[in-house]
């Protein structure tokens, strides 16, 4: 990996730049005419706020709350010994009122500049799929990277969205496990070659 792939490119959007998005909430508070009759159109909050289909992963939701705890920096690049970092890091997990999405907020540090990172994540409610939005101030520049995977067996939640590198497509993997008292989130950069794993994180209750 280089410093150009650290700094960016990390990551791909969401959608095409200038492409609109259709919001659930769009018409609301319009008029239509009825017989030549204006008459304002009618919706149900809750269908229009609540996604039936989206749901927070049980491990997930589990792990709400504060946590703190290490994490480590993998930079094979760097010569060794200087490879592996280790810094002090936090992670939040909260959702959202209805449990249809979750929000994974953490920081960490290196070089004495502290870096945070976000990772939206929710659930198909009749599978197994999950999708994440990631974005990180060190490991991303300018992008929201797009993350589909599923829940594992053993409750392990676990996605992978890829990146352009030049002529090459890499990408990443970041998973979540939760035993006992201890959060784990690690992160693992693929290359065509092969995967070196990124960040390993473990976290306490706080």
Not at 130 to 137: A, T
Not at 141 to 165: F, I
Not at 178 to 196: H, Q, R, Y
């Amino acid at each position: 990996m280089t410093h150009a792939q650290k700094s960016g490119d990390y990551g791909t959007r969401f959608s095409k730049p200038g492409a609109r998005t259709p919001s659930p909430h769009k018409g609301r508070g319009l008029l239509v005419r009825r017989s030549g009759i204006a008459a304002p159109i009618h919706w149900s909050l809750r269908s229009v706020i609540i996604d039936p289909n989206m749901a927070v992963p049980k491990l997930i939701d589990r792990a709400k709350g504060l946590w703190r705890g290490k994490s480590l920096l993998n930079l094979p690049f760097m010569p060794l010994g200087e490879q592996i970092t280790e810094s002090d890091s936090t992670l939040r997990v909260e959702t959202d009122a209805n449990e249809t999405y979750a929000t994974v907020t953490y920081d960490w540090m290196y070089e004495g500049k502290r870096e945070t990172g976000t990772i939206l994540i929710c659930q198909a409610k009749e599978s197994s799929a999950v999708e994440f939005g990631w974005v990180d101030s060190w490991h991303q520049s300018g992008a929201v990277m797009h993350l589909a995977g599923e829940v594992a067996a053993n409750g392990t939640v676990e996605a992978k969205g890829t990146y352009p590198a030049g002529e090459e497509v890499w990408g990443w993997t970041i998973a979540f496990s939760l035993s006992g008292n201890e959060l784990t989130m690690d992160m693992v950069n693929v290359a065509p070659k092969g995967s070196e794993w990124a960040v390993k994180a473990s976290y306490q209750p706080d």
